[in-house]
């Protein structure tokens, strides 16, 4: 009889922490030469990158008879004196009023220091920020093969299929550009990290994941205003462990009365702590995040709401004027639907009906709508969806149209330097799985959308294993809790750069699809190992001689 093979659930004669960090290291090392080899690749200016870097008093070095800023990526920015935010003018190129508050600049800071280190050109290099957000890519890499509850040949599985998820054009690239969507990327890797270890088996793994989760939700939220609804789902995990269990022991809750009487402090419950502890993570990740949404002056909100009327909403009726007339706007907006308002003439755009219209404007008003013609939302879903199936950012134009009315032109940003004469707006197509694979689904709506995010939710239910509904269960359920709450604020907050604006929903829908399938496959191997396994261990009986024939 063969004897079982008992499989050692060591990952290898290393320590865990050494393997988690040649993970990590190496996770950097392919990044770098995703994005450098043999050139690098980025995503160009769409005249909008200066709200970020003002901050650092930078403006992009353009050399002679350049052409325009969006088709090309441009590495070298140099300190001028007396810029800062407060300028409202770049040369010909009027800013907004507000500009960007990041946690990006963390990022440009620890890269104008690199940027020095290195010898590049320039007051800050983007291949500099490039580097640094490869090295934080893979630590975090290195620290999901530390935390993961999984055999060493599905924790590298899961590691692999993440940096092969994020080396997607439409993520990687923002490493180097004007842009924070590689912040949120970065938040992301680091929030999954910190759920899995909210997870793990000890207390003192479960507050370093409060810890964990904490500060790098406070870095997603804050990378871009459109990641703030993400705050929700983010609160309702840390918060998990503080809700209380009615079946618990009524001498604990007796204990805890009595401590809080004589208030001794060196007495209070480990679980008050642990929801103390995650308590205080929320509330300082809420106040970082409406701090940076707070920003936004009314003006540009107004400016935002009614580009949402126009490019979005305007387009899937079938009574514009009617629709125009609810909201109080003047009548010629309908022959721009489809495109921002700016598309018309400054005249239009000052006149009394159109400033009234503007002001009037307000998430409320447009809720409110919705509620009265229910039946308009899923078309606008439908809209917002072509763009999920399209996640290449693209700058927002106006060009001409019929009648000499102007229509939205969308041209999608360039990933090429203008060296070796490259054409302009040349898109990398170098590694794309996850932009190809959504591409397949181009035409669909938002029925197909929600099969996207349902199906790996079923996949970790059918598996019904316990530490999978605890740890990536959880994981699953918070990606794809932020990825329908970031493509409802990009849906519904601006109608512009939609595409660009979805890319933290793209990845953690991916990123959802990665774990579902790595922990699927984990069960199922599993299971067949221990079937196979129960029917080894069973004794076979002993062979009876044949009896001898009747004569």
């Known amino acids: 009889m063969r004897k079982p093979r008992i499989e050692d659930l060591r990952p290898s004669r290393l320590p865990v922490t050494v393997l988690a960090a040649a993970v990590g290291?190496?996770?950097a090392v392919l990044l770098m030469l995703r994005l450098f080899v043999p050139r690098p690749v980025g995503v160009a200016d769409n005249y909008d990158g200066v709200r970020l870097m003002c901050h650092l008093g930078v403006d992009v070095r353009l050399p002679r008879n350049t052409p325009r800023l969006r088709d090309y990526v441009y590495y070298r920015y140099d300190h001028l004196a007396h810029f800062s935010c407060q300028r409202h003018a770049l040369g010909t190129i009027r800013l907004p009023d507000v500009p960007y508050r990041s946690s990006q600049l963390l990022v440009l800071y620890a890269a104008r220091g690199l940027t020095r280190v290195l010898g590049l050109p320039g007051y800050l290099d983007l291949r500099a920020v490039g580097i640094v957000c490869c090295l934080l890519i893979?630590?975090?890499v290195?620290?999901?093969?530390?935390v993961a509850t999984l055999r060493h040949r599905y924790r590298l599985l899961v590691c692999a299929a993440v940096v092969a998820v994020?080396?997607?054009?439409?993520?990687?690239?923002?490493?180097v550009s004007p842009f924070s969507e590689i912040a949120s990327v970065i938040g992301l890797l680091y929030v999954a990290v910190?759920?899995?270890?909210?997870?793990?088996?000890?207390?003192?793994?479960?507050?370093?994941?409060?810890a964990v989760t904490g500060v790098s939700g406070l870095f997603l939220a804050t990378a871009k205003t459109q990641n703030v609804p993400a705050v929700l789902p983010l609160a309702l995990v840390l918060l998990a462990p503080a809700v209380p269990v009615v079946s618990a022991a009524p001498e604990r809750l007796t204990q805890l009365a009595g401590l809080l009487r004589l208030h001794a402090l060196r007495g209070l419950d480990r679980r008050l702590r642990h929801r103390l502890t995650g308590l205080v993570a929320v509330v300082v990740m809420a106040a970082g995040a409406f701090a940076v949404s707070g920003n936004e002056d009314k003006r540009t909100a107004q400016l935002t709401e009614a580009n949402f009327v126009s490019v979005t909403l305007l387009p899937t009726s079938a009574h514009p004027q009617r629709d125009l007339a609810e909201f109080g706007a003047p009548a010629w907006l309908a022959q721009y639907a489809g495109a921002p308002p700016w598309c018309a003439p400054t005249a239009l755009q000052d006149s009394a009906g159109y400033q009234k219209f503007t002001k009037s404007l307000s998430h409320q008003r447009i809720l409110g709508f919705f509620l009265n013609h229910p039946t308009r939302l899923l078309p606008v879903l439908d809209t917002v969806a072509g763009y999920f199936y399209e996640p290449r950012p693209t700058a927002t134009l106006c060009g001409v149209g019929p009648h000499g009315t102007q229509v939205m032109v969308l041209p999608r940003l360039g990933?090429?330097?203008h060296l070796a004469h490259t054409p302009r707006g040349l898109q990398d197509h170098r590694w794309s799985p996850v932009t190809d694979a959504l591409g397949?689904?181009?035409?669909?709506g938002m029925g197909t959308l929600l099969l996207l995010w349902l199906v790996p939710a079923a996949a970790v239910t059918a598996v019904r294993r316990r530490r999978a509904l605890r740890?990536?269960?959880?994981?699953?359920?918070?990606?794809?809790?932020?990825?329908?709450t970031q493509f409802g604020a990009s849906a519904f907050a601006d109608g512009i750069d939609t595409a660009k604006h979805l890319d933290l929903a793209v990845l953690a829908t991916a990123l959802a699809w990665v774990f579902a399938a790595v922990e699927v496959l984990a069960a199922l191997t599993t299971r067949g190992a221990r079937d196979e396994t129960g029917v080894a261990s069973i004794p076979r009986p002993a062979t009876q001689p044949e009896s001898e024939p009747v004569r």
């Open 471 to 484: 740890g990536v269960g959880a994981l699953l359920g918070l990606l794809l809790a932020v990825a329908v």
């Open 142 to 146: 290195g620290l999901l093969y530390r």
């Open 440 to 444: 397949l689904l181009r035409g669909f």
């Open 194 to 210: 910190g759920v899995l270890m909210l997870a793990g088996p000890s207390r003192r793994r479960r507050l370093a994941g409060i």
């Open 415 to 417: 990933n090429y330097t």
């Open 166 to 175: 994020v080396a997607d054009t439409v993520f990687i690239d923002y490493a």
């Open 138 to 140: 893979g630590a975090a």
């Open 25 to 27: 290291a190496g996770s």
